[in-house]
């Protein structure tokens, strides 16, 4: 069974960065795509930034677009998640999530998910 595990969110002041890690276990990922996601309280699921797994193609949300970057680790099994200049309208809960397909930034089109991670950004 896929288990997906994010860490490193926190409390960070506006302007300031933090690096997401998920770290996936349990299947084969070459074919996957990971993404993140995220949801603040009363709102809707967002794609933040996906990432394939084999050829490393990217995409990224218009609101982070610019300030993030999404990136892998085969060795690891491990994505990451660079966020900077960061702002209080980031303040969500952060998903990791994998997919069997291309990039997409519908949730629904994703299989596994982690629980979750606190990003809070203070202004």
């Known amino acids: 069974q896929v288990q997906l595990v994010e860490s490193g969110g926190g409390l960070v002041q506006a302007g300031g960065s933090l690096r997401l890690s998920c770290a996936a276990s349990g299947g084969t990922f070459n074919w996957f795509t990971m993404g993140w996601f995220r949801q603040a309280p009363g709102k809707e699921r967002e794609f933040v930034a996906a990432i394939r797994w084999i050829g490393g193609g990217t995409d990224y949300g218009d609101s982070v677009k610019g300030r993030c970057t999404i990136s892998r680790d085969n060795a690891k099994n491990t994505v990451y998640l660079q966020m900077n200049s960061l702002k209080p309208e980031d303040t969500a809960v952060y998903y990791c999530?994998?997919?069997?397909?291309?990039?997409?930034?519908?949730?629904?089109?994703?299989?596994?998910w982690g629980q979750g991670t606190q990003v809070t950004v203070s202004s």
């Open positions: 999530a994998a997919a069997f397909r291309k990039i997409t930034i519908n949730p629904a089109s994703y299989n596994y």
